[in-house]
DNA sequence: CATTAAACATGGAATATTCCATGTTTTTTT
DNA sequence: AAAAAAACATGGAATATTCCATGTTTAATG
């Protein structure tokens, strides 16, 4: 398989979601300066604070939304898996990144310049539509997992983060955690001993089969009423 | 006074920023489908739950973003003061109303068919941008405001609201409440009881003075400082 | 203007959550 | 492979928050 063909399947995504909206010639615009990379798990790809200077686009792996508070409190936004438009907030927003995104699986990215991008969406109207809409329904899952966290306690709060990983990470109640207990902590917005105490708990009432990073969900029901409960 | 130049005036924030963008043979497309409507406190401008049919141009007042979940708790999510664009999250989202948008004080309103500025946004990328741009800079601070209430306890996080008022709402540390203190609790995801006593407490130690809806913030310095203590 | 309902206010009991101490297991580093 | 660091786990004390009972004030209604 020749070198192009490979770099062709890095950003296949992307370069099929674009060229709905806009010529080859225009994506080639994108192409020329853009980069792609790999991150391992723990780096970061946009950094809280920095200027948007990049939008990423995620091509496989799963990362992090950060945020880093004035008393050194670290907060999870969301969680997201490939492919999926990065940027978040940044992407249409003129201040610096109000939050890191951060690798929590080894991922591919495809770095566009932002300037370029957004050159591009201003002859294009329903390209930026298009990107407007991915995000937006990104972030309503963020919003709906912030109202969980204000509304509900602990145990409705990280029922909802497990059916969020479920519906939107893994797709299948079976799966490899790839987040620690902190950063389930960090999400569900509570302490490491509020995530630990309740999945031992709902281990013995046999809601879950937890063993280290595996993780079994096996009665999605009771999460859902758990969850509806708060 | 004619009329035509009343009516100017209701819509005149909006057409003032649309003009900037589209031509004015395009804004008499959108005149032409949209209304202009008041509304007084308490009633609901755009209802969760609904298909997204129309956007809103607040062109005076405050309104209040409500979500109402399951369980029958009900969550501000952020408050806003014209002239604004609303739609939310569903301004450019496909699915029915995220949340509601109320007035919690009266307001002027133009309505706008959700689907005729969809159709000129397509063939006006820059003015599709701006739209978005104005959309993400309302919600940087409803994203702060829940970071605040995951992350601080009670205090922390009605000085945050307080310091809100301050800063997006009103203009001056001395004001006319437009909330209850149920709906202040609403917004801090606290109890009423919470607020009341935070108030009569900062009331004692001259923080702030407050007598039913008079409100006067005399020391912004220690409500910034116990923000940023949590 | 009397009546009713809603909002405001206070304090203590009940509950939820975090913090801390301590120990074990797993992962990373040398 | 040993040592160090991080993650995982448990239980009780300390703290924060809500819930409940009760009463007052303010606003809405017939």
Redesign the pocket.
């Known amino acids: 398989m020749a070198l192009e063909d490979t770099l062709e399947n890095y950003y296949s995504g992307f370069k099929k979601i674009s060229l709905q909206f806009i010529s080859a010639e225009q994506f080639k615009r994108i192409e020329k300066t853009s980069v792609h990379l790999r991150f391992k798990?723990g780096e970061t790809i946009l950094k809280q604070g920095h200027p948007p200077t990049h939008i990423a686009f995620l091509q496989s792996g799963i990362v992090k939304f950060n945020f880093l508070s004035e008393n050194g409190k670290n907060t999870i936004l969301t969680l997201v898996s490939a492919p999926k438009i990065l940027g978040g907030a940044n992407l249409f927003y003129k201040d610096n990144n109000l939050f890191s995104v951060v690798a929590v699986e080894d991922c591919e990215v495809f770095l566009i310049e932002s300037n370029v991008l957004f050159e591009l969406l201003k002859d294009n109207g329903r390209f930026g539509v298009a990107l407007f809409q991915l995000q937006s329904k990104m972030f309503k899952r963020s919003i709906l997992n912030f109202i969980s966290v204000a509304n509900?306690?602990?145990?409705?709060?990280i029922a909802d983060i497990f059916l969020y990983l479920l519906e939107e990470i893994y797709f299948k109640p079976s799966f490899n955690?790839s987040?620690?207990?902190?950063?389930?902590?960090e999400f569900a917005?509570?302490?490491?001993?509020?995530?630990?105490?309740t999945?031992?708990k709902w281990?013995q009432e046999g809601i879950v089969l937890?063993?280290?990073?595996k993780v079994d969900l096996k009665d999605i029901n009771k999460l859902k009423q758990i969850s509806k409960i708060g």
Do not use: P
Request: glycine share 6%.
């Open positions: 798990k509900k306690q602990k145990e409705g709060r955690l987040l620690t207990r902190k950063e389930l902590a917005c509570c302490s490491v001993e509020n995530i630990i105490m999945l031992s281990q937890v063993s280290g990073k």
